[in-house]
């Protein structure tokens, strides 16, 4: 199985600030990497797929890359609503494995 | 607008069944694979299964093999999960999730529904 690893656990930022989440994978998977936005009590919702190919309607701060094993998400300055959960998962294998999840906290 | 609703969750006592369902509309649900992923309380998500858009091929994960059983209804737009000889591990909430392809993604997801594994 393919191990998902994301750096780091937790983080804290501020509004307008430029932050970048990383996520590992213990083999290569390509460019078959998706990142989710999750928020307290709500459903995970899609916001990068393929690495770098943004969602519809999701708001261009958000940004995508890497290949093979190594995969970062930035955004490229925080909105209030950003502060929330993000998870990646490999979409290269089955068992389609998540990453544990890095959770942005507001500084 | 596409919907995914789950439904059938609750409290469930160890080693006892559940069946959990998932109800699709506002897209050809026959053309699209279906995953469940669920996650406990207060923890990460965890992918579950994925069923193929015509049922013909499905996955588990490891922790799940041989207890549960992903199907489909394709003319009742439904999506099933049965759960046999639960476990409190298994205590999670339970998401339903549209396969987007190519590549493959989950562009869509449901509430979740809630099962509880207790005595």
């Known amino acids: 199985d393919i191990q998902m690893t994301q750096s780091p656990s937790s983080l804290s930022a501020s509004v307008g600030d430029r932050v970048t989440f990383t996520c590992r994978a213990s083999?290569?998977?390509?460019?078959?990497l998706n990142w989710y936005q999750q928020k307290p009590g709500k459903a995970p919702e899609l916001l990068i797929y393929a690495a770098s190919t943004l969602q519809s309607g999701v708001p261009s701060r958000f940004s995508g890359s890497g290949s093979g094993t190594d995969f970062t998400l930035t955004i490229s300055s925080l909105q209030p609503e950003d502060f929330a959960t993000y998870y990646c998962q490999q979409s290269y294998s089955t068992p389609r494995t998540f990453g544990q999840g890095t959770k942005l906290e507001i500084k | 607008q596409v919907q995914l609703v789950e439904s059938g969750g609750g409290v469930v006592q160890p080693g006892r069944s559940l069946r959990l369902s998932c109800t699709a509309s506002g897209f050809t649900f026959s053309t699209y694979a279906i995953h469940w992923v669920r996650q406990a309380p207060g923890k990460g998500l965890e992918w579950v299964s994925l069923?193929?858009?015509?049922?013909?091929?499905?996955h588990y994960a490891d922790s799940v093999k041989g207890r549960f059983t992903i199907s489909r209804d394709n003319s009742r737009n439904m999506l099933f999960l049965q759960m046999n000889s639960l476990r409190a591990e298994d205590t999670a909430m339970y998401y339903c999730?549209?396969?987007?392809?190519?590549?493959?993604?989950?562009?869509?997801w449901g509430r979740g529904t809630l099962v509880t594994v207790s005595s």
């Open positions: 083999q290569t998977i390509t460019n078959y």
């Open positions: 069923i193929s858009y015509d049922g013909s091929d499905k």
């Open positions: 999730a549209r396969d987007r392809i190519p590549p493959s993604r989950l562009d869509y």
